[in-house]
């Protein structure tokens, strides 16, 4: 029987990879309870693995039918888009329930921490030293990214490989750094409502650079291996809309929390 590709749905293969993403979404959190309770990683560590294996074979068969069996179709290109705005938008109101939680804190703080903002005895950071750096380095990033979707725009090839390879450079500088913000910090998650509020929201834009440092050097490897034209690309364009939004996220960050909070 042969197949015809030419239809207005987006049909996927039968695939085992949502089975044991779950399966590992589930052993990773049944790791965690048994590691804070009895200090325990094995299942941890075992979670992960599956997780990660899955992300790499499902991320793998994605590209196979982008790139060479033809299956994203413009229907199916723009159903794709779509997720990713709607996933985006979800992530937004993720990182609102943290801002909403800082704000009802420091507007009016109550007397058990103080009634000041910051709350007595935290030592906050100074936002003009690693925090203003961070902020530079993230919109120097989104300058190159943006940078290299020109580049992928105009065929041009060494340059998109260059710009590309500079916003991955940038992402892990930002995470080293505030890896070591975190190391140097005066007060943890366990100091009152501000420390829970910081580091939840920091924390959490961390791990979401970290994600889109994985997924722009995702899109590295592909352009490397000629995966993407023109007109062609939705899988670079994905990537820069996170890395655009993760942008956006850590100004209102440090604005609101870094520079205002203090």
């Known amino acids: 029987m042969t197949m015809n590709n030419n239809h207005p749905f987006h049909l996927v293969d039968y695939s085992p990879w949502p089975l044991t993403g779950a399966i590992g979404v589930m052993t990773l959190v049944t790791g965690m309870i048994k590691w804070f309770l009895e200090f325990n990683m094995y299942l941890l560590i075992l979670g992960y693995m599956i997780v990660i294996l899955t992300m790499y074979q499902w991320w793998r068969d994605i590209c196979r039918e982008g790139t060479f069996q033809g299956k994203h179709t413009i229907k199916v290109s723009k159903g794709l888009r779509w997720g990713m705005i709607l996933f985006i938008i979800s992530e937004i109101f993720f990182f609102l329930s943290f801002f909403w939680a800082f704000f009802h804190s420091s507007l009016s703080p109550n007397i058990e921490i103080g009634a000041m903002w910051p709350p007595m005895n935290i030592v906050t950071f100074n936002p003009f030293q690693i925090p203003l750096l961070n902020t530079i380095i993230l919109i120097t990033s989104g ?86 034209s ?33």
């Open 143 to 228: 300058v190159t990214v943006t940078w290299a979707h020109h580049a992928i725009m105009e065929n041009n090839y060494s340059q998109t490989v260059q710009s590309l390879f500079f916003t991955i450079i940038l992402g892990i500088y930002f995470t080293i750094l505030q890896a070591y913000e975190y190391l140097e910090a005066s007060f943890t998650i366990a100091d009152c409502v501000y420390g829970s509020t910081f580091f939840m929201a920091t924390g959490f834009h961390g791990l979401h650079v970290i994600i889109g440092t994985i997924f722009l050097s995702i899109c590295f490897i592909r352009h490397l291996n000629y995966h993407f």
């Open 230 to 262: 023109n007109k062609h690309h939705f899988g670079f364009e994905a990537a820069a809309w996170y890395w655009h939004f993760v942008d956006v996220v850590w100004l209102f960050l440090y604005i609101s929390i870094y520079w205002w909070g203090n």
